[in-house]
């Protein structure tokens, strides 16, 4: 397969719409990077790579973290996490209150806000510092010793997150949070603000194409049946309440994040990833979505 020639024929085909949408100004640390900015990176489970774009600049990652933090508490607890947390799509909104009321306080899944929230409150229970352990994790995965919070936008989520705010008190009237709200919420920030560039994004997800197993190692971060799992999981709520038409349109599992990144995996063969901060109007990049159904079309790969 010749990535190469096609990840220049797929930038061919974008450029005229990239910068179409909006960034997501709602957070206004973001609302400063340039919504020109492009870059995709497609990394095989055998560690080669072929890039385009800017694939070297830092962004901030957002909601991609919530897969980190979901595998993180999987690895510790299995099974157990599903106790406090669904596994079906939302069909809402990300930061939707109403539907967290209508399920007395259990989240739909642990890739909108309020069941990332609880996540991170499982996290904060298991590890005395949440904060390095999230960290080291994504460090391991990614091969990546430069890896770090942007404390400039976690500060500024921090200032304007106020419906996450809402979403974990109402948890915790539920008991659905059993740590200080205020500690949810800042290592929840810490985490959404981690910033990676394409290259180490999609290497970071190999685990997850390589059946849970970092490639070339021997270090094994979940088992082929967790693996499978939260690979099922972002087919089905990896990109908000738009997971359906991602799933029709591109057919690979994936998670994106409103910082203009997605990720997305073929198991057994690759991880990709693609930036884009423009986005669409239900919070995933345009430009990004169109790139990677146009990479299904051209190689012919997917899940399906």
Not at 21 to 39: C, E, H, N, Q, R
Not at 110 to 116: K, Q, Y
Request: aromatic letters at 8%; hydrophobic letters at 40%.
């Amino acid at each position: 397969m010749n990535f190469k020639s096609i990840l220049e024929e797929i930038h061919k085909e974008i450029k005229p719409i990239i910068g179409e949408g909006k960034v997501a100004d709602y957070i206004p640390a973001l609302a400063k990077v340039s919504d020109t900015k492009f870059g995709i990176s497609v990394n095989t489970v055998d560690d080669d790579i072929y890039v385009l774009g800017d694939v070297s600049e830092k962004f901030s990652i957002q909601s991609i973290s919530k897969v980190y933090s979901l595998t993180l508490a999987i690895s510790k607890l299995g099974e157990r996490v599903w106790e406090r947390v669904g596994r079906e799509p939302s069909g809402n909104a990300f930061n939707s209150l109403v539907q967290l009321e209508y399920e007395n306080g259990i989240p739909r899944n642990p890739f909108i806000n309020a069941g990332a929230l609880v996540i991170t409150d499982i996290l904060i229970s298991l590890f005395d510092d949440p904060y390095k352990e999230i960290l080291d994790f994504v460090k391991l995965i990614s091969g990546s010793d430069t890896i770090s919070y942007d404390l400039e936008v976690a500060q500024s989520e921090r200032e304007n997150g106020y419906r996450n705010v809402a979403l974990v008190n109402f948890l915790k009237s539920h008991g659905n949070i059993k740590n200080d709200v205020e500690k949810v919420l800042d290592v929840y920030f810490h985490h959404c603000s981690i910033t990676m560039t394409c290259k180490e994004l999609s290497k970071s997800f190999l685990y997850l194409s390589n059946h849970g197993l970092i490639p070339n190692s021997e270090k094994r971060i979940l088992s082929k049946s967790q693996a499978k799992r939260i690979n099922a999981l972002m087919l089905s709520c990896g990109t908000y309440d738009e997971a359906g038409d991602f799933a029709y349109l591109v057919g690979m599992p994936g998670k994106s994040g409103v910082g203009g990144g997605i990720v997305a995996i073929i198991p057994g063969e690759l991880g990709i990833a693609v930036w884009s901060p423009a986005l669409n109007k239900k919070g995933n990049s345009l430009a990004g979505t169109k790139a990677l159904e146009l990479f299904t079309s051209k190689t012919g790969m997917s899940i399906f």
